[in-house]
C-alpha cells in the first residue's frame, strides 16, 4: 500500500472543504445509522409515542454510551473509526464520480462491506438483538471474546484498503496511459 | 398484544394497580443489570411504590448456561418468598457474561447472601433442578410474545395492550410509555 499515492490523493479531495463537511456529515450520519439499526424497535415505540425530539436524542445517546457499557473502550473506538472512514471514503467516491464519471470498479463496492461490518459490530442496548443475532448468533455480540471487536477491526482494514484503491484510481485518472 | 403473565411470578407493587410492566430479563445479562441500576429504581419509586404500577421480573435463558441455573435460582429463593431479593442480589453482583460466576456453587454463595434466606433448602432445591424446566418454559414464552433479547419490557394490560420497550432504554422513554397507558 502506497502511502504517498493516498496522500495525495487526499490532499486532491480535501482541499475543497465541501468534500471535509461532507466527510464530518456523513461519518455522524453513519454512527447514528449504526445505533439505530441496532436499537431500531425503540425508535418505533418512541416515534410511535409522539414523543420529543430530544427523547429521539436521549434514545440515540443512551444506545451510545450502551456500547461502551457492554462492549467496552475498543469497540466503542473501533466503531467511531469506521464511522469516520465510512464518511472519508463516501467523499471520495463521490469526488470520483463527479471527476471522472466513473464508480470506480468492484474494489470500490468493498468499502460497502466494511460499513456492514461497522452496523453488525455495535453493540445494542439489549443483550442478542444486535444485527448479528439475524443471522443466528444467538447470544449476539456476547458470544464473541473480543465483543465484537472481530468484525469491526477487519471492517476498519476494508475501507483503508478501500480507501487506497479509490486513491490509487483518482491518481491514475489524472494522468494519460502509455 | 397481550400477554398472559404466569400465575406463578411474584409482583412487586400494589394488587390494585391499574398496569402492569413484565420484565425479560436474563441475570447474565449487562443491560439488564443497566436497566436494574439505573432505571429501574425510578419505576419502583414514581409508579410501584405509589400504587400505579405492578412490576413482573421473568427471568429467561438467553445469554449462556449459566443464565438456566440463575432462572432456576431465583424460583427456589420464591420458594422462600424470597424471590425479589434474589432477584437484586443477584444484579447487585453480576459478573462479566459467561465468565463461570452463574455456577451452581457461585450462585449458592451469593444467595447465602440475602437476609433470611435458608441456605440449606435452597441449596437442596437448586441441586434438584426442580425449575430448569420452568425456566425453559418462560425462555419459550418469552420468544412467542417476541422477545428477542433481554431486557424487553411490556407495559399495559390486557384491555389496553402492551408496549415493549427493548433494551436498557433511558428512564424518559418509559415514563413516556406509562404515562400514556396510565392515561
Known sequence: ?178 | MKLQIPSFTPARGSDSAQLNIVEFGDYQCPFCEKFFQETEPQIMQNYVNTGKVKFYFEGVQFVGPDSLTLGQGSWCADEQGKYYEYHDQMYSNQGRENSGWGTPDKVKALAAGITGLDTQKFNACLDSKKYESRVQQLTSFAQNVGVTGTPTSFIGDNQKGYIPIVGAQPYDVFKQVIDKQLG
Open chain 1, 1 to 178: 500500500m502506497n502511502v504517498i499515492v493516498m496522500k495525495s490523493a487526499f490532499l486532491i479531495v480535501f482541499r475543497n472543504p465541501a468534500y471535509v463537511i461532507s466527510s464530518i456529515l456523513i461519518s455522524s450520519f453513519m454512527f447514528f445509522i449504526f445505533i439505530l439499526a441496532n436499537n431500531f424497535s425503540t425508535f418505533v415505540t418512541v416515534i410511535g409515542l409522539n414523543a420529543s425530539p430530544k427523547l429521539l436524542l436521549d434514545v440515540t445517546t443512551n444506545g451510545a454510551s450502551n456500547i461502551l457499557y457492554a462492549a467496552g473502550a475498543a469497540l466503542f473506538s473501533s466503531i467511531i473509526a469506521v464511522s469516520i472512514l465510512s464518511g472519508i471514503t463516501i467523499s471520495m467516491i463521490i469526488y470520483q464520480l463527479r471527476i471522472t464519471r466513473s464508480f470506480g470498479g468492484k474494489k470500490n463496492l468493498a468499502g460497502f462491506g466494511g460499513i456492514f461490518g461497522g452496523a453488525f459490530s455495535s453493540a445494542c442496548s439489549a443483550c442478542s438483538t444486535t444485527l448479528a443475532s439475524i443471522f443466528g448468533v444467538a447470544g449476539g455480540l456476547a458470544i464473541f471474546p473480543l465483543k465484537g471487536l472481530e468484525i469491526s477491526l477487519p471492517s476498519i482494514g476494508i475501507l483503508v484498503a478501500s480507501m487506497y484503491f479509490i486513491s490509487k484510481g483518482l491518481m491514475e485518472s489524472g494522468r494519460c496511459k502509455i
